[in-house]
């Protein structure tokens, strides 16, 4: 995990965001700069969004998430398959927004395919990072289910999860031994707790 790296709650407004991420790294792989991004969707509005507070925000986190990972990575988001690059994508946000990375090691790299996991599981969850962390445990109960809502929507986008009558069912990763070999040391940890070390997926 990145040093110094704050619990936020963030994931409200930019959740995984696949095609956004997409098009950052495609920019990135060309060789722009974040200002140069941020610059075309202020002036050019790549992302097509209506106001100009989103116009600037919206590049700022895209690049920041896209920054923790090395650029044969970000080559790979930007040129292949939806399926490996969501995990791309997410392997980023991971990285970027640790309370991501910590619900996947607490809560979801203990499941086994087909397991479920409840809204019960995300408020335990949170009810162990309130008992450590001051900032959390200042997050309302709306914030709380607005956060779990969000989680719920990211690991279904990223194609880790499918949504079931009480909460959701966890799903083998779509993975080949192209995209583990693009994963540096620092990555493994954040790649693990997707994989769930142990379960077949070719972990090295």
Same mark, same amino acid.
């Given at each position: 995990m990145q040093k110094g790296l704050q619990y936020t709650s963030t994931i409200r407004d930019f959740p995984l965001m696949y095609l956004e991420m997409k098009r950052t790294a495609i920019l990135l792989a060309e060789g722009k700069t974040a200002d140069e991004i941020l610059k075309l969707s202020i002036e050019k509005n790549i992302y097509q969004l209506d106001y100009e507070k989103r116009r600037r925000s919206m590049p700022l986190k895209m690049t920041k998430r896209l920054e923790t990972i090395k650029m044969p990575l970000i080559k790979a988001l930007a040129e292949n398959t939806a399926d490996e690059g969501k995990l791309i994508a997410f392997l980023a946000m991971m990285k970027a927004e640790?309370?991501?990375?910590?619900?996947? @090691? $607490?809560?979801?790299?203990?499941k086994?395919?087909?397991?479920?996991?409840?809204?019960?599981?995300?408020?335990?969850? #949170? $009810?162990?990072?309130? #008992?450590?962390?001051?900032?959390?445990?200042? *997050?309302?109960?709306e914030t709380l289910k607005e956060l779990n809502t969000r989680i719920k929507r990211i690991l279904c986008d990223a194609g880790l999860a499918k949504r079931s009558k009480t909460g959701l069912i966890v799903q083998k990763p779509i993975v080949d031994e192209d995209f583990c070999n693009l994963l540096d040391d620092? $990555? *493994? @940890?954040?790649?693990?707790a997707v994989l769930r070390e142990g379960a077949g997926y070719g972990i090295k």
């Amino acid at each position: 995990m990145q040093k110094g790296l704050q619990y936020t709650s963030t994931i409200r407004d930019f959740p995984l965001m696949y095609l956004e991420m997409k098009r950052t790294a495609i920019l990135l792989a060309e060789g722009k700069t974040a200002d140069e991004i941020l610059k075309l969707s202020i002036e050019k509005n790549i992302y097509q969004l209506d106001y100009e507070k989103r116009r600037r925000s919206m590049p700022l986190k895209m690049t920041k998430r896209l920054e923790t990972i090395k650029m044969p990575l970000i080559k790979a988001l930007a040129e292949n398959t939806a399926d490996e690059g969501k995990l791309i994508a997410f392997l980023a946000m991971m990285k970027a927004e640790r309370l991501v990375f910590e619900y996947m @090691l $607490d809560v979801y790299k203990g499941k086994a395919d087909n397991d479920e996991i409840t809204d019960l599981d995300f408020m335990q969850f #949170a $009810d162990r990072l309130s #008992a450590n962390s001051e900032t959390v445990a200042k *997050w309302k109960t709306e914030t709380l289910k607005e956060l779990n809502t969000r989680i719920k929507r990211i690991l279904c986008d990223a194609g880790l999860a499918k949504r079931s009558k009480t909460g959701l069912i966890v799903q083998k990763p779509i993975v080949d031994e192209d995209f583990c070999n693009l994963l540096d040391d620092d $990555d *493994w @940890l954040y790649a693990r707790a997707v994989l769930r070390e142990g379960a077949g997926y070719g972990i090295k």
